[in-house]
């Protein structure tokens, strides 16, 4: 029986005692700590880590600090440990000014796109990374082994894990979810000050309403440091979205039906293609890919697959990737697999379809 690998959480907020709880349940031994000493102890009562010392003979450090110290604790956490094996990642929602301060083969920078409305240690949850998007940034310095490895790691948290650019990560994020938590607090703020003349306003809060403001019950404190260090991208992304409203209300004062029409039609359709749908792990695709010794080779495999929405559901490098030549096992949807294999043969790599 092999011995249970050992992993170190510096942060227990609400994601990084998430991470925490999910790695005990896939059978890690789990240290931790952080800057309130309050929070340590109840940690180690409650048994969300074992201890606050990190063992010797770590496989994995997740750094779950505000986004603006994670490179200063990447930095010291990285020359505390020489074992070229560690893998260390983070989870801030912002990776562009990480990923080119921590130029170091064994940091990975990460992002898992889950969270909940409760705050805090109190909140954390074994399952919160169950089916969610865990998005990782490889760059042309990351080692193929060590991306595989992380691979591994976080789907053993039940996580679907995506390779992206940093910087079209800070980008697309600031959309999808940096805008969002923007205008729930917006929205819940503006029917708030309504509610103080006209108080049965909240009562009369339908699902629609409360779908679109849950994420502003959410903790506030962890914001300005992610919306401050992605500003540019969230300032562009309300700017695009304020010319949209500006059409809409420019639709209604002229009563143009097809115009609120179309605008609602394309959002209807958007909405029912977003992806949703679990990999079947009895329905899977096994491709090897031949991949050149040369920097970058993995990041383009992998970030090829996000760009065209099909899941890695597992990867493994089949021998080490040395020489001129290395082989990925990568494991993908069936429905998607010849798709994903013209695309990376457009690219230049030799793919094969296990039989």
């Not at 309130?36 to 880590?49: F, K, Y």
Request: hydrophobic share 50%; with cysteine.
């Amino acid at each position: 029986m092999t011995s249970a690998k050992h992993a170190h959480v510096v942060g227990l907020g609400l994601i990084g005692a998430s991470v925490a709880l999910a790695l005990g349940e896939a059978g890690w031994v789990v240290t931790g700590n952080d800057t309130d000493p309050g929070v340590v102890e109840r940690a180690l009562a409650s048994g969300v880590i074992a201890s606050r010392v990190a063992d010797a003979a770590l496989a994995l450090v997740i750094i779950a600090t505000p986004a603006g110290v994670v490179a200063e604790v990447a930095h010291e956490v990285l020359s505390r440990h020489d074992d070229p094996t560690l893998v260390v990642t983070d989870v801030a929602g912002v990776k562009g000014a990480i990923v080119r301060d921590v130029v170091e083969p064994r940091f990975l920078g990460g992002h898992p796109m889950a969270g909940s409305e409760l705050r805090g240690l109190a909140g954390a949850r074994a399952d919160l990374f169950q089916g969610c998007t865990w998005v990782l940034t490889p760059t042309e310095a990351t080692p193929a082994d060590l991306y595989t490895r992380l691979h591994g790691y976080l789907r053993e948290v039940g996580a679907n894990v995506v390779a992206v650019a940093s910087g079209d990560h800070d980008r697309l994020v600031a959309l999808a979810s940096h805008v969002p938590h923007l205008l729930a607090g917006a929205l819940m703020n503006q029917a708030a000050a309504a509610a103080r003349e006209d108080a049965v306003l909240l009562q009369l809060a339908a699902g629609g309403f409360r779908d679109m403001t849950r994420v502003a019950a959410g903790d506030p404190a962890i914001w300005p440091d992610i919306l401050f260090e992605n500003r540019e991208a969230v300032s562009g992304a309300l700017l695009a979205l304020e010319g949209r409203l500006a059409i809409l209300r420019d639709a209604l004062e002229q009563r143009d039906r097809d115009a609120l029409e179309t605008s609602l039609t394309s959002a209807a359709v958007a909405r029912r293609q977003l992806p949703g749908r679990a990999l079947d792990s009895d329905n899977m695709a096994y491709l090897r890919v031949l991949v050149a010794d040369r920097p970058g080779s993995l990041a383009r495999v992998t970030m090829t697959a996000s760009e065209m929405l099909v899941n890695i559901f597992d990867i493994e490098i089949a021998h080490a990737i040395e020489g001129n030549k290395g082989t990925l096992l990568l494991a993908v949807d069936e429905t998607q697999a010849e798709r994903f294999m013209d695309a990376l043969r457009g690219l230049d790599f030799g793919v094969v379809r296990e039989k």
